[in-house]
Each structure stands twice: as C-alpha cells, then as structure tokens.
C-alpha cells in the first residue's frame, strides 16, 4: 500500500489543503491565548476568621482549630496549614489537582457551617471563603493617590467602588484593598471622668449599642391610606453620638462627650501603606483558577477608564504592577526565537540540497507543521507561553527530518533511471514504512511525558502534546505534499558541479564521505573497542546524570519583587513605620527599581511586627540586572538597617501550594504534637542551617516571643468585691481591642462603631491600673484591687500544619546554588542535629528541588520506544540497535551541562527524553536501509550496514545540523524567560553533537553485533 500515491496523482487536490491547513492553522495561531506558563491552578481555598484583640494563641486555640477539625475531615484535602496572628486566623486548605474547584468550596463552606457551633459568639463576622491561592502572585496592583483625600476615605473609595467593579471582571478571583482601614466612628474613653463618674466601660458600651439602631418598624393600614413607621433611631454622625445620654444623675445627664472624645476614626487605626513615599491604597488583584492572565490584565485595564465617573475627583489610580508586562516580552523573544530556528534549519537545507524546488519541498513542512500544530493547540484549548512555543521551537528542527528523508530517496530512485512521476511514487512507498516508524516510535518517546502526574505532568502535558502534533503533521505533510512537489517539479537527479556552490561543497562532501567510509571499515574490525565505546558512554552518562546539581525550574527573572520586613518582637506599630520607610529609601535608590509599595499592620502577612512591601522593577530591557541580581546587592544595604531583618523573593510563574512564605522561595516544614518539643528544637535547627554555605536569608514563621503583660486575678478578693473573672475580660477587651461594638449603616455601605480608651492610654504596663471594673452591684472596682500585673513572652503568631504546631523554614539559595544542592545540606544538617522521633519534617512541603523521579521518566521513554519498535520491525533485536544511539546522545546532554555548570532541571530532564526521540532516527534510517539490502538484494549484513551507512550518512549529518541549529537560538537567546530556555537548548546541542561523532561508528558493529546473535539463535530454536 502507498499512503502518498492518491496525493502524488492529484497534485491541486493537494495544493489547495495544503493552502487550507496553511489559513486555518494562522488563524489559529492569532486566537491563542497568550500566557507564561500553561495553566496549573491548585484547587486551593482560604478562610478568614477574624477575632479583634485576641491573642494568636486564643485565635489558634478557639477559632482555628475549630475549623481545622471540620476542615480536615473532607475528602480529597491534601494539604491543611493556619497562620495565627493578633486578632486573625488563615486557613489554607489544599486538594487533589483532580478536584474541582468550585466542588471543593461547596464542601469547605459545609464544614464552616458546621463548625460555628463550636466558635466563639463574639465573632464580629462568619468566617468567609476565598477561592484563592494565598501563595499564588498578584497579576495586577493598582495604587490609589490622593491630594484632597485622607487614607480612610482613599480605601474607602477604593472597598465600595472600585474594588468591586473589578471582582466582576471575568477571570478575576479577589481584589484585595490594603494599606488602610475603612472608616469607622471612634469613641476614646476617658477613665478617669468614667471613674470619678461612677461609670464602667461595659455601662457605656450598652449605652451606644443600644442607641444606634436599625430594626423593622411596620406600618399603618387604614381604609384607604398606608403609612409607614420611621424613627431616629438610626445615629449617622459623630454629633448624634457625641450626643448619646450614658446616666442620669439627680436631674443632670451625663452625655457620651462628657466622657469620650466621638471622632471620625478608621476601623483600626494601627493600619498605614505608602506608595513611592506617598500615602496610598493598594489593590491587589488576583486571577481565577484557569482564567489567562492576559486577558483578564486587559479586561481589567479596558474597565479603569470608566471608574472617573463613579470615584471622586482628586484619587489618581496609577498601575503599579502588570505582571503582563513580562509575559508580552518573553513571548515576543520566544517568537523571535522560532523564526530564527526556522532561517537557520532552512540554512541546512539549503546547503546540503543545493537546489530550489527540494530545498523548497523540504522547507514548505516546517510552515504547514506549524500550522497544523496550531490548530490542532487551539482545537486543545492550549496558549502561547514557554513551554509551548519552545516545544514549536525545538520541532522546527526534526519536522523537516522526514521530508529530506522522502526527497533523498526520490533523488535515488531519478539517478537509477527512473522517470520522475516513478521515482516519486517508488520512493514514497519504499520510504513510507521508515517516515511511519520514525513518527511513531519519537511520539511514543514522549508518551511519559503526556502521561505524567502532578503539578510537573500538568506544566509538561501542553509541551509534549504540541510536540506529538508537530510530528504527526510533519508526518503526513511529508507522505503528502512533499512526494506530490518532488514528482511535478523535480525532472531530473542534479548533475556534479552543476552550480557555484556544488562547486564549493560537492568537494567538501565527498572527502568526508570518503573519510568516513575508509574509517567505518576500520572500526568494524575492532568491534569490541567499539562496543566498549558504548558501555563506557552509559557508565559516564550515569555517573554525571548522579553527579549534577538538581534543581525543579531554573530561577527565571521577574518584574515584581515582595518583601517583608520583620521587626523586634517587642517592635510598635510607630517603630514598625519608621523602619519601613528606611527600608523604603534605600530600595528606592537602585536604578533598577521602579516603583515601591508597602502595606504595615495587621492588614500585611505575619505578626505585628511585620510589614510588607511590593517592589516593581524596570522593564528587562532598561535595567542590566536581572531580578536576582537586584535582590543580592540590596541584600547587603538593608542589612545596615538596625532592629529589622529584610526579606526579598521575586515572584515565579511555578505554582506552589499552601507551604509557602515570603521570605523566601524555598521552604520545609517541622511539626510536631509536643509543642514545647518544637519551641525547644527551632532555634537549634534555625542556628544549624544559617551555617550552611548554601543558603541565604534563613527565618522562620515562628517569631520569638513577644513582649506580653500578664493579669493574674485574685479570685479570692474579686469575689469579695463581688468582681467575676467575665467582667476583668470585659473591660479590657472595652479598653484596649478595638471592639467593634455597633454598626452605622449609609445608602452605600456599613461603618463600625469602635470603642477603646485614648490611644494615649495605652502605651504602657501602667495604664492597666486606670481601668474599673464593673462589679455585680454596679459599683466601680480598680482594676489593680483584683489583679497583679506580670511581664511574660507570647508568640506572635500560632502556625499550624494538619491540625498540629508547626515551623516553617524559608531560605533563599546562595548565588550559583542549585535547589538540590541547599536540599542536601539541609538532609545533612538536620542529620547531624539528631532530632527525636517525636519531630517531624517535610521537605516536600515547599518547591521540590527536582522531579524526583528523573531517571524513572528516561527509562518509561526508553522502554516505550522499544515496545513500539519491537512491534513495528516484528523484531526483539533490532530495537536494540536501534536505542543503542542513546548512551552516546545522554553523555553528550549531560557533559554539555557540567561544562556549561547548568544544573539538572526539569527542562534538560525534557531535553534527554526529546534526544531518544531525535537521535533514534539515525539508527532507524541505518537499520531500514540494511534490512533492505539483505531482504531485497540478498547482502550479507557486512555489506549491508557498510552501503546503509555510507547512503545514510550524508541525510543522518544533515538532520543533526538541522537539529543542533534548530535548538541554537535557544542558547543564545537572552530576553525574559531565556532561564528556561538555555539548559534545554545546552541538552539538545551537546547530545546530538555527541551522538553524531558517536553513533556513526557504534550502531553498525551493534548492528553486526546483533545479527551474529540472531543466526546463533536460530539453531538452537530450530534443534
């Protein structure tokens, strides 16, 4: 059967699908949706619960291990951590990649119903749900200004309108307002006059609550007139509260000015951000799971025009981060990558072909390849980001293979006398077996990696899909189009020294075609030197592949650095300010550093002595230093900032999961049942890693103890005085939390009414004994008559890990480190400390510092290229002659990466597998040409290999060439993303140079080799 003969006979047939693959695949190729890397959202949700004023130690206590019980109880969770801090929990609760989204937060809001029975009743509000990755980037943060406005009235602005506006966006998850506090009405008491009054704070708080009221009222109903019911009960400004009666005394009544000072406040005044040293709001907008970035950049930016009309005059809303910005830029490097790819493979052609209608027939595969691969991604719902247009990159050089394959054999069939439509035709159909097999068994190289799980199979599955269609497309352009061009348009074989440049390399060609056959028969006669050549090759494949530093993903470079700045554990919310604005000048001095934001109090990750910050770097082509470069040299200046320690990270496209800080980019967990167990050993493995050479900026997520004053009551005397345990907590929590005691409702949106005592009087230890207590009579107690005062230490934050303490280390990786490398030291530091059973690490509970399972993913390739050549040659032995060209393609791929000191990635891992799929062709063309001499013309397998080889050799050096210039531009290339790009590239070139100088010699004694093991065979199955 000849697939290419109906083709051949209808050349316009043909023509015009071409022209039709041709249209439709460009038009598919403009419709993609561009990305940086393809889409692996983790089906994650966070839940906020929020308790003012409590401990982190009572939020864990009460509000979060409640929840966690609940939480960890659904199916599918794999993954259940909580960071508890003054006055609020976050809990991240992770899922198996297979689980939907939205089923999972159906499940998770079941489990916070579930758990309200055992929280705590003085919950301001339920604990809400976000379908977000609390570790996954911003993809865009805008900042709001204003000359006219305060802060509160900026983020108030910034919650009613325009925050919402943009959460309606298609593709948006959560945009979240930080920097500031809504705006709320304050009431600063006085305790003295309270006191002098004969007042208790909780009198007071009953007052306000109930006086601002908002409750149904109903209505008249007459024969024939309906009238409504209102009352003033509602209070809408600080005159109506100011105005609230507390006591009457003989006649004389005691308003709430009398005793507070009633002041248009914020929510929670220990709230600030700054945007390039200006006060301001930040919004931080996050993506949906599965939406495209860029779109929904661009749904959000074609919005902003319209929000003048809803915001007042005077907020300027300026974009601080478009994390699109790079993602634009590394795919138009990437493109520009393919078209040097496509020049230069053709440059190949060009030069061995020699003439224009082969070099034309060979050529036209790589733009129909790449059109129907398009269509075929878009059919698929792919997008245009680094790994699939490096997989369109890195196919440019083998889609030709097949058609030069295809022309060589017509170019025999003309010199042996054919005419052309008959060379055409006997050429496809003696070559058709060998395009067939070649196609399929490099889509079975590859199978693995379709098949992969985890996050790792979800990055690689559009990779190795697009490469699987673009060698099913080259396969069927090249049984098609390239036979019908080659039998109307090629008349006759080229004649020697027909033109200049056949003048210039026939020569050149012919002494190498010389050398290597004169060559071969030596080699042949020293076939075990040669078999020995192979084995030594696996042995240094193997012993460098162990050898390599290991890492997941190269560190690619990024416009958007985050920062946290940590304090003293004792460190206010003043000292935290002025610290921050320090730390903010000196980031602001680097000349690669565009913008800078910070975010300080509790509305900013971690403990109250922490602060945030967002650092917008340059666009990649007006700063010399990459994201990392500017990280290292600022490393240094903020250290010289006294009482904090600075932390950078610059944001990565891989996804993470909920183990995650931002003080660094890699982590591991320690957990344990036995709480003090824990406090004991974090300091020491803390101390142990700090002194490995390989790490940088080491921290914990467990803080030292912060400064706490502890009350004892006297319970003795507090009964005396008729004072319970209940009415100490009241009062302090009235006084010194920031209670949220009442709501005020506007056309718009809801203010809380927030109750405290001056904020003068809540400075030190001594404006304790200010307060009084209510006792059971209603008279007024000190409270220093029922308590003694203490100064003690607390956490500053309360960490869990599936429902137990926990410590999470973050570091960073000294310059030059690769992840596997800090891993081990780690293993090795954490194994001389000796830790006690009771304590548990989890090393993968942050970025893996590799696949893991390297080795296991080139062996799935390398059996599933047996299977399929076994089946496809009916053969046990041919196969192996076939994959013996590896040893020598995986030592070239490895030696290039020690050379180059490029670590062992995921991307060179991907590289080694594409090389079984590349290389094997040489020994395939080798062994199909020697079958057929023997089967066909009766040669001895001696004189088979050695015609096979001289034949082939000149199409086996050209698809190399074309291979290793195909994969050269992705070396050199050095725009936004060439991290990514360069190991795989240094993979390609060094296996296939390697394989080249090797495999011409070793398969055919293989090849020999084999056969004499076949014909021993054969007698002894016959006997």
Known sequence: MNISAPFIRYPIGTFLLAVGLLLLGTLAYVSLPVASLPSVDLPIINVRASLPGASPETVAATVAAPLERRLGSIPGVTGLTSTSTLGSTNISVQFDLSRSINGAAQDVQSAINAAQADLPGNLPNAPHLRKINPSAFPILILALTSKTLSPSKLYDVADTVIAQRIAQVRGVSDVSVTGAEQPAIRVDL??????????????????????????????????????????????????????????????????????????????????????????????????????????????????????????????????????????????????????????????????????????????????????????LMWLCGFSLDNLSLMALTISVGFVVDDAIVMIENVYRNLEAGMRPMRAAFAGAKQIGFTVVSISISLIAAFSPLVLMGGIAGRLLREFSLTLVFAIAVSAVVSLTVTPMICSRFIRRAPRRGETRLDRVMEPFFDRLDRAYSASLRQVIGHRWLMLGITGLALVGMVALFVHLPKSFLPEGDADLLIGVTQGAPDASFERMVDLQHKIDQIVRADPAVQHIGDSVGSSGRGGSNAARMFISLKP?????????????????????????????????????????????????????????????????????????????????????GGPQVNLHIDRDQAARLHVSAAAIDSALNDAFSQRQISTMYTESNQYKVVLGVQAGLQRTVADVHRLYVSATDGSQVPLSAVTTTSIGSAPLSVAHDGQFPSVTYSYNLAPDIASGTAKQDIQAALANLHPPAELHIDQGSGNPASTGNELLLIGAALLSVYLVLGILYESLIHPITIISTLPSAGLGAVLALYVTGTALSLMPVIGIVLLIGIVKKNGIMLVDFALEGERMRGLTPEIAILEAARERFRPITMTTMAAVLGAVPLIIASGPGSELRQPLGITIVGGLIVSQILTIYTTPVIYLVMDRLRWRRLPQTAS
Do not use: C
């Not at 006649?251 to 929670?268: E, H, K, P, Q, Y």
């Not at 003048?308 to 790079?326: C, L």
């Not at 634009?328 to 209608?357: E, Y």
């Not at 320690?645 to 944001?651: C, E, G, K, S």
């Open 620 to 704: 990649t082509d007006q700063r010399k230093a990459t994201a990392q470069q500017v990280i290292a040299r600022l490393r240094p200046k903020l250290a010289e900032v006294k009482d904090a320690r600075t932390f950078l990270i610059a944001i990565q496209a891989l996804p993470t999961g909920v183990h995650h800080s931002d003080k660094g980019n890699y982590q591991f967990t320690l957990w344990s049942p036995d709480l003090a167990l824990l406090g004991q050993w974090t300091p020491k493995i803390l101390a142990a890693l700090k002194k490995s050479p390989a790490l940088t900026d080491v921290s914990t997520d467990r803080d030292e």
């Open 190 to 375: 006085q305790p003295s006059r309270l006191a002098s009054m004969g007042l208790g704070l909780d009198v007071v708080r009953q007052a306000i609550v109930h006086a601002n009221v908002a409750s149904p009222l109903g209505s008249f109903n007459g024969h024939s007139q309906h009238l409504g019911i209102a009352t003033n009960d509602a209070l809408r400004s600080v005159a109506d509260y100011d105005n609230i009666p507390i006591k009457d005394a003989n006649g004389t009544v005691v308003r709430l000015s009398d005793i507070a000072d009633v002041s248009n406040g914020t929510r929670d005044r220990l709230q600030t951000g700054s945007y390039d040293g200006k006060k301001a709001v930040l919004l931080i907008i996050h993506q949906s799971s599965g939406a495209n970035v860029v779109q929904t950049v661009e749904r959000i930016k074609a919005l902003l025009p319209n929000l003048d009309r809803w915001i007042p005059s005077g907020v300027k809303v300026s974009t601080f981060s478009d994390r699109t910005t790079t993602i634009h830029a590394s795919v138009n490097d990437l493109q520009f990558t393919l078209m040097a790819s496509i020049a230069l493979v053709m440059l190949v052609v060009m030069v061995f072909l020699r003439r224009g209608v082969p070099t034309i027939a060979a050529g036209i595969t790589v733009p129909l390849s790449l059109a129907g691969t398009a269509m």
